[in-house]
C-alpha cells in the first residue's frame, strides 16, 4: 500500500532539472509532496487533487496523473537550497479519510 | 502563528524505562497526527485523532505504545516499557479539517534514543 518512489536518490549540479515520480498500486484521491532537510520536519509543498492536475511553487512543479495512479515532481535549475529528501503523501480512496501513506523519500543533493 | 510543538526534542533513556512524548497542535486544527521515522521504514503513521477521538490505531506497534488527547490543545505518545528498536524520530502533525485534502502540519520532531 505504500507508495513507490524513484529514484531513491539523485545528485544535480546547481541548474540542472531533476523528476521524482510516486506510484500507487491503489486508486488515488489526492496526493501531497513534502520536502525535508537533514535533522528537520517534513514541510509542505504542494497538493494535487484531480487526475491531469499541475501545480508549481517557485521553480518546483507537479502532476498527477490519475488513470495511471502516479504523480511526478519537476525541479527545474535547482538550486542548492532544493537539497533534501522529497516525499509523496498518497490518501486513496479505500483508505481513511484524510490519511497519508508515505513512500520512503527521494534524497535529492543539489551539489555548486 | 505559533506551530506544531514538541517536547522534548531529544530524549535519551535506557532501555525498559517509561518515555512520554507531548504535542501541542495549531490553534484550531481538529485532527492531530502521531508518526514515527526510521531509515528502514521511513514515515509510518501510527495514530490519529479527530476532534480528540482515536480513529485509527491500527499503526501502533504493540501494547507498549498508548496515545491519549484529553483535549483539542494537547496530546501524548507514552512508550512503556521502552526497548532499543523504539530509537526513532516522532513526529506529531495536525491539520485544519478532518476531511479529506487536507494539509498536514508537522511539528519539528522528538528524537529518541534507547540505549
Known amino acids: 500500500q505504500q507508495p513507490v518512489q524513484s529514484p531513491q536518490a539523485v545528485i544535480l549540479r546547481e541548474g540542472e532539472d531533476a523528476v521524482i515520480n510516486c506510484s500507487s498500486s491503489k486508486a488515488l484521491y489526492s496526493v501531497h509532496w513534502y520536502r525535508q532537510k537533514h535533522g528537520e520536519a517534513p514541510v509542505f509543498l504542494m497538493i494535487l487533487l484531480k487526475g491531469g492536475e499541475q501545480k508549481g511553487h517557485e521553480k518546483i512543479s507537479a502532476s498527477f496523473n490519475e488513470k495511471k495512479q502516479q504523480s511526478s515532481l519537476y525541479l527545474t535549475a535547482s538550486q542548492l537550497s532544493y537539497s533534501g529528501t522529497y516525499f509523496c503523501?498518497?490518501?486513496?480512496?479505500?483508505?481513511?479519510?484524510?490519511?497519508?501513506?508515505f513512500g520512503k523519500g527521494t534524497k535529492l543533493s543539489v551539489k555548486p | 502563528d505559533a506551530g506544531v510543538i514538541q517536547s522534548p526534542r531529544h530524549e535519551v533513556t535506557e532501555m525498559g524505562q517509561e518515555v512520554t512524548l507531548r504535542c501541542k497542535p495549531i490553534?484550531?486544527?481538529?485532527?492531530l497526527f502521531w508518526y514515527r521515522q526510521t531509515m528502514m521504514r521511513g514515515l509510518e503513521l501510527l495514530i490519529y485523532f479527530n476532534n480528540n477521538v482515536p480513529i485509527d490505531d491500527s499503526g501502533m506497534p504493540e501494547d507498549r505504545f498508548s496515545a491519549k488527547m484529553p483535549n483539542a490543545s494537547f496530546s501524548t505518545l507514552k512508550i512503556q516499557p521502552s526497548e532499543p528498536r523504539d530509537s526513532a524520530v516522532y513526529f506529531c502533525?495536525?491539520?485544519?479539517?478532518?476531511?479529506?485534502?487536507?494539509?498536514?502540519?508537522f511539528g519539528p520532531g522528538t528524537r529518541l534514543l534507547v540505549l
Open positions: 490553534s484550531g486544527h481538529n485532527s
Open positions: 502533525a495536525s491539520r485544519p479539517g478532518t476531511g479529506r485534502s487536507q494539509t498536514q502540519y
Open positions: 503523501g498518497t490518501e486513496t480512496y479505500g483508505g481513511s479519510q484524510g490519511n497519508l501513506i
